[in-house]
């Protein structure tokens, strides 16, 4: 299969630039909440309720401000995925100049059909922005030159993100990529143990700690696959057995669990994967692409 060209240094730079600008420290932050502890909850707080104040501080003032250490601050910085104080100061900037408007709420039991409409709906292009705001591109590159370097792709999800994982599938056919789709845990399993250094696997799991995906991508990293994961932003297991993560930045509400706007998310990144994957072997990719139109135009009318 045809592998992509490797980046020379100023697409890296650009990479790295990229992510540090696109960061959504604030939606990292919601996101992260209950498991920030009670001080990396106060340094947090302080700096959702005053980010433009923090844009001008040092890691020393906001530590006095918060009644915390200064460790406890980077600490927080680096839980929320950044290297560093000044990249939270930096994308803070960013958010402050185009600011992210919150409109996650959560939906009442008094809510009119109209106002159920709107919530949802604004909800789910906010989780679609704060998406794209986390998702990395140096990230997205190598996961496509994993995939498309790979002589086979095994695709796994469980629960909810059987659907994601079988569309995942159905899209990879389309553009002429030799892949597998496994939403059974006990055939993932044995797909996993089965898997080698040619095999590419890409895990979709919104918790990141079902234990069937995280066993079966365990397994496939062990047996030398590259392991590919889509997951929401935060800790989980998963990552532990990942050659590449792409997060997901959705959140949970009362009435709307993770099997609704996470998967909306997910589906965004498979678009840009499949996009990019048909971009680095065009040709190749419209001939399948016309091929299999022709097939299915047999199924209609």
Not at 3 to 23: C, E, N, V, Y
Not at 125 to 153: C, F, K, P
Not at 251 to 271: G, K, V
């Amino acid at each position: 299969m045809k592998r992509s060209h490797p980046r020379t240094s100023s697409d890296k730079k650009t990479a790295a630039g990229a992510g540090a600008a696109a960061f959504a420290v604030l939606a990292r932050i919601q996101t992260l909440w209950p498991s920030l502890g009670p001080v990396g909850q106060r340094v947090a707080d302080f700096i959702v309720k005053h980010p433009r104040e923090v844009i001008h501080m040092s890691v020393s003032e906001v530590a006095e401000r918060t009644g915390s250490s200064e460790g406890s601050v980077v600490g927080l910085c680096k839980n929320l995925g950044a290297t560093g104080f000044q990249q939270i100061k930096i994308a803070l900037a960013q958010e402050m100049v185009r600011p992210v408007q919150f409109i996650h709420e959560d939906l009442d039991p008094q809510d009119t059909v109209d106002s159920v409409t709107r919530k949802i709906f604004q909800s789910n292009v906010q989780t679609l922005h704060d998406t794209q705001a986390t998702l990395e591109t140096a990230s997205m590159q190598r996961a496509v030159s994993l995939l498309r370097g790979a002589e086979r792709i095994e695709i796994y999800g469980i629960g909810s993100a059987a659907t994601i994982a079988e569309d995942a599938h159905y899209r990879m056919l389309r553009i002429g990529l030799n892949a597998n789709v496994v939403v059974d845990s006990h055939v993932q399993a044995i797909s996993a143990s089965l898997t080698n250094s040619k095999v590419a696997v890409l895990t979709i799991s919104h918790t990141g700690s079902s234990h069937e995906t995280v066993t079966a991508t365990r397994l496939a990293k062990e047996a030398g696959a590259a392991t590919i994961c889509i997951t929401n932003f935060g800790k989980s297991p998963l990552q532990a057995h990942a050659d590449v993560v792409l997060f997901t930045m959705a959140r949970e509400t009362h009435f709307r669990t993770e099997a609704m706007t996470s998967r909306l998310a997910q589906l965004a990144i498979i678009d840009v994967l499949i996009a990019c994957l048909a971009l680095s072997d065009q040709d190749r990719a419209v001939r399948t692409l016309r091929k299999t139109f022709d097939v299915l135009s047999l199924k209609r009318y």
